[in-house]
């Protein structure tokens, strides 16, 4: 979403709370590690442990959890990106592939959130934007967790993603490129944490 609109690539133009005209060409991020907490405690782990979240591939925005129980859900846990352990495990098949274009080298692993877009208010060559962000060694970790309340009564998970909660500070005049493990990314990826939301 972008506010309360459905995102749509490369075509349409949005507003951000801080008046930033923008288009978006490319958001893909990873979500990992889905736990389901039911009412009596349970917990149900999702068995597909890596999943690439591709705007452009709509296949990917809504997945099946097999065999969960048929408890009331309570709370969700996922993290945005992929863990250390991940990221020097050797598989590279799946959504883990290199070929989808979210991974960066051995040393410096996989992209954990990968947004690209344009804004007049870039004062890039070609007003475009880019921010890929990941890292995982010890001092380098981007990989946020997550933790959302389910809706009474709630049969069917809908993760909300608002984009505009992410642009919206983010100061594109002086800010539109970040490509590498860091700092910078680490606080980045604190930012975009807050456009995940429980509809």
Known sequence: MFNTEALVLNT???????NDTVSITTLKFYI????VE????????DKQSVR??????LETLSFQLKQTPDLKMKR????IGIDSLTNVSGNLDGDLDPALGMYWAWNSGYINM????KSSSCK????????HIGGYLPQQNALQEMSLVMPENAETIHLKVDLNKWLSNVALKENNSLMIPGKKAIEMA???????TIE
């Open 12 to 18: 349409t133009k949005y507003n951000t709370d801080t």
């Open 32 to 35: 990992s590690n889905l736990v």
């Open 38 to 45: 039911y009412e009596d405690g349970t917990r149900f782990k």
């Open 52 to 57: 690439l979240i591709d705007v452009e591939r």
């Open 76 to 79: 969700i846990y996922f993290q």
């Open 114 to 117: 990968k947004l690209e877009g």
């Open 124 to 131: 890039s060559v070609k007003k475009e934007f880019q921010f």
């Open 190 to 196: 604190k930012c975009y944490k807050n456009m995940f």
